[in-house]
């Protein structure tokens, strides 16, 4: 039980470490596509920071029926059902940057919504499996099952899937095919549902996970319904490889320009599709949030040329070096060997990522110059509509 | 958005808008990362430390803590890494006023503090498995090896580090590469002597109480 | 022109403006920490030994005076001290201490909340098995009461 408490302090912030970076997705995508900054700022910093903390305190929620006092199953409990609230909090205000703005349906907006529909539903059956009670009925049921899906799901891989959406054209210099990115979205939200809502019927009917096989009919209509879902997930995924080949092989038409290919609002929109290694040729003078949106509304209101006359600096940019993939490597190997007691292998990873440190230790430059030339060249040759 | 810098006549007065301001220097971003990464080690060495609370009365029979933990043992060991911290700071200060002599002079002895302590502390993990007192006789004394042989671990990884610092330094001088992992080394060689605090007192002291 | 230092590193001593320094104020400042650890330190070991002192104070003693010595340690040989430059190190480690507290402290009421109420049937104390084994007939009084509570 000491491994089992000792997992869960650790597993528990990390369902936290992966919604996170999510709801930065959201934020992000449903401000932009709204054309409205985000609602409540500061509200999304304390929620931020309240899950942050609060997340360290529930973790026997994970154990509730292993024999730990009511006293002490009360306690968790409460404090799994206070961590909904900040949550709750982001929810409404994304809603709220998204009301009142003129919404532009685009890919990254459609997971959003999506998200936004079917996350809160999860979260609700999450603070039903808060109450020790309710958790014993269906610890370890389809019914958890069930809830943690209807979190993750919506929660990071939709965010995932609109971050993706929302930042190739920068990463990559031309946007993923807008129909199949839809076709996309909709196989994943219908095929989600189909699989994992008859999930909670079939816990609440006595279905407990990890099962090789069954034997109770009453359980079979709604399992099928499962599968079907799960194939019109399938299909979805299949919708997203074809997105990425259809876009590469368009990619000329699809080409992002400017820089900017939805309006956005944040600074990373005032580089080129992709940025050059050092992001910004002059560091951007930022007064508020918001600050390229600001920016914008600056240059067109005065008719302004873009850009005026820049002094450019040489720029000092990390050297590239594959020594974190490497030691990584290593790492690996290293893991593998001492779960097995695989000895000499473990003691070969462990040299190997002793080397590769050292290597990059004794390497003299840490970092390359670019000259400013190279960066007034970039920039000449690479005009955005309104650069910082 | 202003932060006002120094907060007495002494300092020079000035108002620096944050943004203005740029990146922090190097030596602070890198402080702050290191300092981070060891807040994390702390945090796996309180879970090594919360296993070994809830275990170590679990001696299935075997030998207890009472019977094998030598306090003087202990007691130098403790002397060897808190001396070995002092002189990791005067090798700081060596290194800020770029000192090559005291600086290797302050490693040296650092150094050899530091491998006292891992003598006596492997010197007594023998004569405990002598005994038969081995990681797989009770829980008691897997805690207790996993909870101990990490911070040695982390000290013989400590110290293979300063030999490279030293190499560095000679190599290369006072650069500023040089003196940033120096800072950091600073800091681990700090940070395993306030563990080995805990460690004294919950697993030596608190252990031969009863 | 003036560096104007906004933070400091972790391990790196607050500015002092140059009228205030003393030669070896360095020094100094790790001399009185070594010698307040080492007070602390052999105080830590008298505690344990002496019984002078009331026998169930002694762990609390033990512990305060560990704690002491970390502080000694932050203070004297990491500089983490209460300037304004030093926020976002402190900052780092109050939240550092938050996570240690709740791990060793929920773990310690966790487990000892399970021990007891796992292992209240048997009497059998932790000492006598290779620590923390659930017991089969608690377990199974747990299994016939949850089977008994459902078929009512």
Redo the contacts between chains.
């Keep these: 039980m000491m491994y089992v408490n000792l997992f869960w302090v650790w597993g528990h912030p990390e369902v936290y470490i992966l919604v996170m970076p999510a709801y930065g997705i959201y934020s992000e995508v449903s401000a932009t596509f709204s054309s409205k900054p985000l609602f409540g700022y500061r509200s999304m910093v304390g929620a931020t920071l309240a899950i942050c903390v609060l997340s360290y305190t529930v973790w026997l929620h994970h154990f509730f029926t292993m024999g730990a006092s009511a006293s002490v199953n009360a306690f968790f409990g409460i404090t799994s059902m206070i961590i909904g609230v900040p949550t709750g909090v982001k929810i409404f205000n994304w809603l709220f940057t998204m009301y009142g703005g003129r919404v532009r349906i685009t890919v990254p907006v459609l997971w959003t919504i999506g998200f936004m529909v079917t996350f809160v539903f999860g979260g609700l059956t999450g603070v039903l499996l808060a109450l020790p009670p309710v958790d014993w009925q269906v610890h370890n049921s389809l019914f958890l099952v069930a809830h943690f899906h209807h979190v993750i799901i919506p929660g990071v891989l939709f965010g995932v899937m609109a971050g993706y959406n929302y930042w190739f054209p920068k990463a990559f210099g031309f946007r993923l095919e807008e129909r199949w990115g839809i076709a996309s979205f909709w196989c994943w939200f219908i095929g989600f549902h189909l699989a994992f809502m008859p999930l909670y019927v079939v816990g609440l009917m006595g279905m407990t996970r990890r099962m090789q096989h069954y034997d109770v009919l009453s359980w079979q209509p709604w399992l099928w319904v499962a599968e079907a879902g799960a194939v019109i997930v399938l299909g979805g995924i299949l919708c997203q490889i074809v997105q990425l080949v259809v876009s590469i092989r368009h990619r000329e038409q699809l080409r992002d320009t400017t820089g900017d290919p939805w309006n956005g609002r944040t600074l990373e929109w005032s580089t080129a599709s992709p940025p050059p290694a050092w992001n910004f040729a002059v560091p951007p003078r930022v007064g508020e949030l918001d600050a390229f949106w600001a920016k914008k509304q600056r240059v067109r209101a005065k008719q302004e040329q873009p850009v005026s006359r820049r002094e450019y600096q040489p720029i000092e940019v990390p050297r590239n070096n594959p020594t974190g993939f490497v030691t990584a490597f290593f790492a690996v190997i290293t893991g593998f060997a001492l779960i097995w007691h695989i000895w000499w292998m473990a003691g070969v990873g462990l040299l190997g990522a002793a080397a590769t440190l050292l290597t990059y230790m004794f390497h003299p430059d840490e970092e390359v110059e670019i000259s400013a030339e190279q960066v007034a060249l970039f920039d000449r040759t690479h005009p955005v509509e309104v650069s910082l | 958005m202003s932060?006002a810098?120094g907060?007495d006549d002494?300092?020079?007065r000035?108002l620096?808008n944050?943004?203005?301001?740029?990146p922090?220097?190097k030596?602070?971003v890198?402080?702050?990362g290191?300092?981070?990464f060891l807040?994390?080690d702390?945090?796996m060495f309180?879970?090594l430390?919360?296993?070994y609370?809830?275990?170590a009365?679990?001696?299935?029979?075997g030998p207890t803590g009472a019977q094998l933990f030598s306090?003087q043992n202990a007691?130098m060991e403790?002397?060897f890494l808190?001396?070995s911290?002092?002189s990791c700071?005067?090798m700081?200060?060596a290194a800020?006023s770029r000192r090559y002599f005291r600086t290797f002079l302050g490693a040296a002895v650092t150094f050899l503090l530091g491998a006292a302590f891992l003598t006596l502390e492997l010197r007594e993990f023998h004569s405990m498995i002598a005994l038969g007192a081995t990681a797989q006789r009770?829980?008691?004394l897997s805690a207790f090896f996993t909870l101990v042989g990490c911070h040695g671990l982390h000290v013989t990884i400590g110290l293979i580090w300063l030999v490279?610092m030293m190499v560095?330094l000679a190599m290369?001088g006072f650069r500023p590469?040089v003196e940033r992992r120096m800072?950091c080394f600073?800091?681990f060689w700090?940070?395993l002597?306030?563990i080995w605090?805990?460690i004294?007192?919950?697993v030596y002291?608190?252990g031969?109480?009863r | 022109m003036t560096e104007t230092r906004l933070d400091v590193a972790p391990g790196e001593r607050p500015r002092i403006p140059a009228s205030e320094h003393v030669t070896s104020s360095g020094v100094l400042v790790y001399t009185i920490g070594l010698l307040v650890a080492l007070v602390l330190t052999i105080t830590s070991f008298w505690v344990a030994n002496t019984s002078a002192l009331w026998a169930p104070g002694v762990p609390a003693g033990l512990a305060v005076l560990a704690i002491a010595q970390m502080g000694v340690h932050l203070v004297f040989f990491l500089h983490i001290t209460s300037g304004p430059d030093n926020t976002n190190n402190i900052l780092a480690l109050a939240f550092g201490v938050l996570i240690v507290f709740l791990v060793l402290g929920g773990s310690l009421v966790i487990m000892a909340n399970l021990d007891q109420n796992m292992m209240a049937h048997t009497h059998l104390s932790n000492s006598d098995h290779a620590g923390g084994l659930t017991h089969d007939s608690s377990v199974n009084a747990l299994i016939r009461r949850y089977r008994d509570a459902s078929k009512a």
């Design positions: 932060i810098v907060t002494v300092y020079e000035e620096v944050a943004s203005e301001a740029g922090a220097p030596r602070i890198v402080g702050y290191f300092w981070i807040l994390s702390i945090v309180s879970a430390f919360a296993s609370a809830v275990l009365k679990a001696s299935a029979g306090q007691a403790t002397a808190l001396l911290s002092y700071g005067l700081t200060l800020n009770s829980a008691f490279l560095q290369w590469v800072l600073a800091l700090h940070a002597d306030i605090v805990m004294f007192t919950v002291l608190m031969v109480l």
